[in-house]
């Protein structure tokens, strides 16, 4: 027959393996966009959980303002005058007392008023002076062997047992010490559950999502002041506000999944690949088997044999610190740039919620109230977000506050100009809680994963810095608080001049690959 003679000689198909087809390299935000979704089921239910961490970053810091609170007094016998006016300092002691018994805070515990009343404000700046330095560390940590997933779970594992602790303290420098230690892995939860609650979301919507997370923090604060009302005691208080944390641990973080962006600068890509399949399997999509996941700079080099063979293989891992991103350029100054406008913004941020503590009204319905006008802010950032950018709202917001601080320092403080001045006060608060909502995602887009934490920890120690330096500032009273915090919102604008949009720009994996994508942007990005 003819087929047996091989008249036929060549075949129908060519073989597959001469079709020259490959694996289709994609980074995450690439995958994310064509195969998995950007911000379906699965990122919906990721981020919600792990945004309830801000909620416990709000229990452990604020819970201050009740537990370190000066409560009322009254006489309880001879040689003493409810109206005296340099308050208990000049009275006898028996004379009067504390309502609400000695347990009621630690300045009537430990008699903390008159020449001692410094220490209430050591108590705070220590406090912030460990979320400084905790901050820094769980960056750096979040970004290297610990991980973001680990280190959420490291930081709210000691703040449980620091807050609990705190409740048993003997005298005030143990209080003192216990704090310090609270903040320090205080610093890190908001910074940990931040990143790992944007990084698997799509960059168009990763801006919205990013600025929703503090709408859990200020839920915490309102929550707060409830519990607050519940638990009269400070040390009863410690207790109630530390056993969300170990009710996270437990409940909420066996279903949290780490960052597969993570994985994939640590060197392991098949455990990233598994996450995006899960991504896009709940989201009722799926990947393709020829797609593979690569860091951003490798989806630019040419593939040939090797490399498809070693596709699958894990890579050697890539890490970062601060001093890379010092020593370029580009993101030197961005980082430069980042603890200024963030060093700023914490000092009008906290002055005014101080200031606001002064009114002389009811401490909870205050600081529930306080905690429910930022919400409107958080919603009209988000709105006007991808929008206008980032960039146009960070001056808007922070200009808007400081134009606000400015008229509240030039009007009086007496009669009706009082009402003024505390309008002036929420009206800048509104703005600079828009604005610090938005640095964190400004932040998070302005560097490569490689060290993202790190940069991120950097900018918040700034924060922490000037929410140290806040107490002082607000001591000053009269006009000045008012003239301070209008400077440094105006300032901050300014340099917001000085950064790049990121508006829809990719998150970079690695600071080659953010140097190469930048420069294709040319002269109008830092």
Request: charged share 15%.
């Amino acid at each position: 027959m003819d087929l047996a003679d091989g008249n036929l000689q060549s075949p129908l198909l060519p073989p597959p393996k001469n079709s020259g087809a490959g694996p289709q390299k994609l980074c995450i935000d690439d995958m994310l966009q064509k195969y998995c979704g950007e911000f379906g089921r699965w990122q919906l239910k990721h981020f919600v959980l792990t945004s309830l961490a801000w909620a416990l970053e709000a229990f452990h810091t604020m819970v201050m303002i009740f537990a370190d609170r000066e409560p009322g007094w009254r006489c309880a016998g001879g040689g003493c005058s409810a109206g005296s006016g340099g308050g208990v300092c000049g009275l006898e002691p028996g004379s009067w007392e504390w309502v609400g018994g000695l347990g009621s805070s630690t300045v009537a515990e430990w008699g903390l008023v008159c020449g001692d009343k410094y220490k209430v404000g050591l108590v705070q700046s220590l406090f912030f002076g460990g979320c400084m330095i905790g901050a820094g560390i769980f960056g750096h940590l979040s970004d290297s062997f610990l991980g973001r997933k680990g280190s959420l779970t490291v930081v709210c594992t000691l703040n449980a047992v620091f807050g609990i602790l705190t409740a048993l303290a003997p005298d005030y420098w143990t209080y003192v010490l216990l704090r310090l230690l609270t903040g320090f892995s205080t610093g890190g939860v908001g910074l940990c559950a931040f990143v790992l609650a944007t990084e698997p979301v799509g960059p168009t919507k990763r801006g919205v999502a990013g600025m929703s997370t503090f709408y859990f923090f200020s839920t915490g604060i309102a929550l707060l002041s409830a519990i607050a009302y519940l638990f009269k005691s400070w040390r009863s208080l410690y207790i109630a506000t530390s056993i969300p944390s170990l009710l996270f641990l437990f409940v909420i973080v066996p279903f949290v999944s780490e960052s597969p962006r993570w994985f994939l600068i640590r060197g392991k890509p098949n455990k990233a690949l598994k996450i995006m399949r899960e991504i896009a399997k709940c989201n009722g999509r799926s990947l393709p088997d020829n797609v593979m996941l690569a860091l951003d700079e490798e989806t630019k080099e040419p593939t040939n044999g090797e490399q498809k063979k070693g596709e699958n293989e894990a890579k050697q891992a890539i890490s970062g610190s601060l001093i890379d991103v010092v020593r370029l350029r580009l993101t030197r100054v961005r980082l430069f740039l980042s603890v200024a406008i963030n060093f700023l913004c914490s000092v009008v941020y906290y002055g005014l919620s101080l200031n606001v503590v002064n009114l002389g009204t009811n401490l909870y319905l205050n600081v529930f109230l306080n905690a429910v006008a930022e919400m409107p802010a958080f919603l009209l950032t988000a709105i006007l977000l991808d929008r206008f950018g980032r960039k146009p709202l960070a001056i808007g917001t922070l200009w808007f506050s400081g134009f606000f601080c400015v008229l509240g320092c030039l009007v009086g403080g007496d009669g009706a100009w009082k009402v003024v001045r505390m309008v002036c006060g929420i009206l800048g608060i509104f703005g600079m809680a828009g604005t610090y909502n938005l640095l964190f995602i400004y932040t998070v887009e302005l560097f490569p994963t490689v060290v993202r934490n790190a940069a991120l920890g950097c900018a918040s120690q700034a924060a922490q810095m000037g929410a140290i330096f806040t107490p002082f500032v607000v001591v000053l009273g009269g006009r000045l608080p008012f003239a301070v915090f209008g400077v440094c919102g105006v300032v901050g604008g300014l340099l917001a001049f000085c950064l790049p949009e990121t508006l829809n720009r990719p998150l970079y994996d690695t600071m080659g690959g953010m140097e190469g994508g930048e420069n294709a942007f040319g002269p109008l990005l830092v």
